[in-house]
């Protein structure tokens, strides 16, 4: 007997973060996924994950987050999934730590990791079919600053312009925040609109982002060291 099971995808939103939480899975009773976690929202996922009749087996986080503490390693010991960063990452307690351009497996789907510094060291976006997790690397109308966690300007160009906006234009954009109520975009509309991407070469990217002079987390040294240890 053949049946169709529909894709679940829900977009969770925290508002003291202002950082977008994914959960995926092929269908209702299935495997699930979840991408940037927040600690303190881990009950209502736990309560959705039951809802829609769920197991967690994998969490993905983009990178080290300054903004937030993940909530990987309180739903690791909740529901005993595995956590996923890429493998540049510092965090020494990640079990699978996948490499550029690999495969993670949730069912009958898969999704590509593709290694995108610059915003930090260590960040990765994830591409599921034509849904593009980008972390804080390509946000909707702007781009994640490279001041700190060994940022880069010139290493965010590359990551943008040479991997990200080579994806086909209708790729939808999910980024790992928004601070103007947007929830998604694509590619090009970014291409077109996206000021920080209005420039001829990488010259003129690193002029703009040295000179965003932007305040520093509130609690980032807190949150950075909790999050090399997964939220523990």
Do not use: W
């Not at 949150?223 to 997964?230: A, D, G, Q, T």
Request: proline share 3%; net charge negative.
């Amino acid at each position: 007997m053949c049946y169709y099971v529909k894709m679940i995808f829900k977009q969770l939103f925290d508002t003291k973060s202002s950082t977008y939480t994914y959960l995926i899975s092929s269908g209702q009773g299935r495997e699930a996924l979840i991408i940037d976690p927040v600690i303190k929202n881990v009950n209502e996922y736990i309560n959705l994950l039951k809802e829609l009749d769920l197991k967690l087996v994998k969490v993905i986080d983009t990178h080290i987050h300054a903004d937030h503490v993940t909530g990987a390693s309180k739903l690791k010991d909740i529901t005993k999934c595995s956590t996923i960063m890429g493998e540049h990452t510092p965090a020494e307690a990640v079990e699978i730590k996948v490499k550029d351009d690999e495969f993670i497996n949730l069912d009958n789907l898969k999704i590509r990791a593709i290694y995108t510094p610059g915003h930090t060291s260590d960040s990765y976006s994830f591409l599921m079919n034509n849904y593009l997790f980008s972390g804080d690397t390509l946000l909707i109308n702007g781009t994640g600053r490279t001041d700190f966690q060994n940022g880069s300007s010139k290493d965010a160009y590359n990551s943008i312009f040479n991997r990200l906006l080579k994806l086909p234009d209708e790729t939808l954009l999910y980024p790992a925040h928004d601070y103007n109520g947007e929830k998604n975009s694509t590619i090009g509309k970014e291409k077109k609109f996206n000021p920080r991407l209005q420039v001829n070469n990488v010259e003129e990217y690193i002029e703009i982002m040295n000179n965003l002079n932007l305040k520093k987390p509130s609690e980032i040294e807190f949150n950075v060291s909790k999050n090399i240890n997964l939220g523990a």
